[in-house]
Structures are given as C-alpha cells and as structure tokens.
C-alpha cells in the first residue's frame, strides 16, 4: 500500500499541450475580395485569430505595382490586415496584392500562404495569366525572389523603360520556386522580363542585378509557357576616378574587363620617367607605377576601353612609399605535377635564376622559370614526387622591382601527398554535336577547380582532385574564344548555353570514376 501511494504521488513535468500548427482562418475583406469599380483607399482584410506581417517587404507582391500604399500590422499583432492606398490608381486595371508567405499567425508563425486580394477599378477583374520558369545559365539553381515583370507594348514603348520604369505586372518567384505565374493580365502585346532586383525598386541595374528576356514580344492570351535564363551583363569597361595610393603608385578601380583598357599619362614628364601596370590580386583594380616622382600636384591620364574614353585627373599627395614582398600562393601543400607560384607585390624588372634554388632532400633539382601577371606572378615549374618536401630560396639579389630594389633572403617550403590521397574523374560525351564546348569541374560554390576545352575530343580526365564534392558543367562556345559570354540585353544577345549536370560527384581518395555525360538536342 505504502509503494502504491508513492508512485501515485509522483508528479510529471507538464508538457504544454499540442503544438498549434494550424494557419489562420481568412473571414472577410473590406471591400470584398474581388471587387469591381473600386474607388476607395482603405482595404481591410480580416483573420480568425491574432495574426502579423513576416518579412513582408520581400513576400509581398503588387502587380502593378504601388510606390506609396502603406500595409499594416507592422511589429505587432491584429485581427486584420490594413491596407492604406495613397497613390492615384489607374482606370479600368486589375490590381492584386500577393501576401507570399508573409501573413502569420501570432504564437507561432504558421503562415496563410500564397493569399490573394485582387480588385478591378473598371467593370470587370482581368482574368489572363503568363507562365514559364527560371533557369540561371551559370548555377544548377536560379536564386530565389526573382520578379518577373511584363511591359505593355504601345507606341511609348522603348528598349530602355527597363532601367528608369516600373513594370505593368509583376511577380515573385519567392523563397522557393522555380516557375512563375502572372495573373489578372490584360489581353495585349507585352516585354517578359526577369530580374534579381537587388535593391527592389523594379528596375535593371546592370551593376548589380541579374537579367533574363526574350527576343520577341509576347502576345497575351497565349497557351505558351516560357524559359528565361537568367544572366549577369559584363559592365561597359570604365574607371573610377584615380586615387594617389602609394608614394609611386597611382590605382584606378576598373569596372568590366580590366585587359581591355588602356591607361596612358597625359602630363608632360621628364625624359627619364618610366611607368608600367599591375592588377591587384583577386579584383578588379589596376596600379600605375611610376617613377621618379614629378615635383607637381597632379598627374591627368587617358584611359581607353572598348567603347569608353576618359580623362582623369589624379591628385598627388605623401603616401608612404610601397616596400618589396613575396608571398606564396601554392602554400604548404603542393599538388602533384603543378607549378610552385610566387607572387610579388611590385613589378618585377630583372630575375637571377643563379640565385633562386629548388632543393628536394638536400640535392638541388632543376626548374623552369615563368614571369606572368604582369611581371607579378613567379612560377617554377619542376618534376614533383609523392610524400616529398621541397625547399624554395632566392637569395638577396635574385629579383629586381620596377623601382631598383632588390629581394631579401627567402625561403618556402611545400610538401606533395601521396597520389593515393586524391581522387580521378574520366568523363565521355556522348551526343556531342555543338563542338566547341567548354567542361567545367566546379565546387558546390559554382568556382572553377579545373576545366577542358575541345574542339572534337570527347574523353577527359580530371586528376589529383581533393576529396570533395563537385558538379561538372558544359559551356557551348559558339564563338570559339574559349570563354563563357554573357548576355547583354540592348543588344538583344541571350548568353552562351551551359548545360548542367545537377548530380554531385563525391570524390574520394584513392578513388577513380568514369562517366558518360548525354548532351540532348
């Protein structure tokens, strides 16, 4: 009797009941969803229960767009939606208020999805629809919040409304779709366009967003869904205003293609002036070294690209004068049967190879040398063995910079792995008709790790891979420049095709795989 009592006396924790995972309940709308010849400038749409605006900013989509409505709860929680129209509302158009996912419920964020209010300030509710999907030309997955707009074709239209108007319609991929739809459209001619619209102000900004169309007009109603890739355009070569960066160093930030422009000084120097060019590692910056230093307080340049010419004045000031050095970019692990690369942080003038040593084990092996990068870049090319230790040194003297001055004492040091330590990939075409192409191995980032060019061969090998996961892509290169291009929408040039194989391929050490990839008609 006495245990009996005591395992009735226990107590449990309490477990708070079942977790609420219904959505709020819509009740009615003020004015009644759907409603024609709308004139007011108050919506208010009402729930079940307590509810508030998630992430609304991104979730919410007005087609055609507002500039000024003001939508509420905002940080606290309602029984309704308020929506307050402050702009001037066209005649006789459909507008539809897209909640997304943004519409929650108060304890615990189950959202009323994909809800729509949709009002006609003529007779009727505009009732046409255009579908399609997102595909990004350059990831295996396009991004997600892609809005899709349509521009009403009349005898205003112009190829540049993209960059200073909004759209007639839009839509939203949102979080998690590929495909779109566009609904409540009037019958008409109209531009379908894509857009990664980074600011979220629906127009294109070629520096920042992301663009896909199609060459022709569309006509609505229409039983055609529609593919739109998605492409970033190459930036029209051009330079930012100079800037005196170093005693002897003058750096221009360059936008597009930093190879194809031209930097020259205008200023009149003395006959013993020289200058030269580097790029700073990794971006999109140039550096003009210059010496002596003129005893005046500007220098002007010309800089020329494609379809770009500027004059540019660069203000001299006292910067502190740049000193020689050498990094390693190979690091302390080297891959088999690859250079061993030095970078220098001033261009180089003179090399001594007499002075630079490659040492395995004590014994000196022999090397080639390559100045590269603008006399940047050092690579020393030798014949590499598994599990071995190589020392690099260059004694004092062996280089020169552009400036006179020499290097100090130094050494690297790098090991190589055994071979078993990577893994090996032999990929086959097959149905390979739109020669050339260009495969690309990538990581899961969409960064090249290597790549192959062909022009008839079918057969590749992709060896001393690190263990990891990767993707292979095929570019098309119908120009045969051996380089993607892109897209450019004035010019009305949709971008090369890449063809995605979405599969991730594990690589292992140790380990070796063969695989036939099917390029489809």
Not at 314 to 340: E, H, Q, W
Not at 354 to 364: E, G
Not at 457 to 482: M, R, S, W
């Amino acid at each position: 009797m006495s245990l009996t009592l005591v395992n009735c006396a226990k107590r449990g924790s309490p477990t708070g009941g079942l977790k609420d995972s219904i959505p709020p309940v819509f009740i009615k709308s003020e004015p009644p969803n759907y409603t024609t010849n709308f004139e007011g400038n108050r919506i208010r749409i009402y729930f079940d229960e307590y509810i508030k605006l998630k992430d609304y900013q991104k979730q919410l989509i007005i087609s055609p767009p507002l500039e000024n409505s003001v939508i509420s709860p905002q940080g606290s929680a309602s029984k309704y939606v308020n929506i307050e129209i402050k702009d001037t509302l066209e005649p006789n158009t459909t507008y539809v208020f897209n909640f997304g996912q943004s519409i929650v419920d108060n304890n615990e964020s189950n959202p009323f999805s994909y809800f729509k209010y949709v009002f006609s300030t003529g007779d009727y509710i505009d009732s046409l629809t255009v579908k399609g999907v997102i595909i990004d030309e350059l990831k295996s997955k396009p991004d997600n919040f892609v809005s899709v707009m349509l521009y009403t074709v009349d005898s205003t239209f112009t190829d540049s409304i993209i960059y200073n108007e909004r759209p007639r319609y839009v839509t939203n991929t949102l979080d998690s779709l590929t495909s779109f739809e566009i609904g409540n459209i009037k019958e008409g001619e109209y531009m379908l366009i894509a857009m990664k619209d980074e600011d979220a102000n629906f127009t294109f900004q070629p520096n920042k967003d992301k663009i896909a169309f199609l060459k022709q007009f569309i006509t609505v109603p229409s039983d055609s869904s529609y593919t739109l890739k998605l492409f970033k355009e190459v930036l029209e070569t051009k330079s930012s205003r100079p800037r005196h960066s170093g005693s002897n160093r003058i750096t221009f930030g360059i936008s597009g293609p930093v190879d194809s422009i031209s930097i020259d000084l205008l200023t009149e120097t003395i006959p013993d002036f020289r200058s030269t060019i580097s790029r700073k590692t990794n971006t999109d910056t140039l550096y003009y070294w210059f010496d002596p230093k003129p005893e005046i307080d500007s220098l002007v340049f010309k800089v020329k690209g494609p379809r770009y010419i500027d004059t540019l004045v660069a203000k001299l000031r006292t910067p502190k004068a740049d000193s020689l050095r050498f990094t390693s970019k190979t690091g302390r692990t080297m891959v088999l049967n690859t250079p061993f690369e030095i970078k220098s942080n001033i261009p180089l003038e003179t090399i001594k190879d007499s002075l630079i040593r490659v040492v395995k084990d004590s014994i000196p092996i022999d090397y080639t040398l390559l100045l590269s990068e603008r006399n940047t870049n050092i690579s020393l090319t030798f014949k590499t063995e598994e599990k071995s230790k190589y020392t690099i040194t260059a004694l004092p003297g062996a280089m020169t910079d552009f400036f006179g001055a020499i290097n100090d004492s130094l050494s690297f040091t790098t090991n190589t792995k055994e071979l078993s330590d990577y893994g090996n990939i032999r990929f086959t075409l097959t149905n390979a008709k739109n020669f050339p192409y260009i495969i690309q191995l990538t990581d899961l980032k969409g960064e090249v790790i290597q790549e192959r060019y062909t022009t008839s061969e079918t057969v590749f090998d992709f060896n001393t891979l690190k263990p990891a996961t990767y993707l292979i892509q095929i570019i098309e290169d119908k120009n045969g420049n051996k380089v993607y291009d892109t897209g450019n929408y004035l010019e009305k040039r949709q971008p090369e095709k890449v063809i995605h194989f979405g599969e991730d391929i594990e690589v292992n050490a140790s380990w070796s795989l063969i695989k036939a990839l099917e390029l489809k008609d």
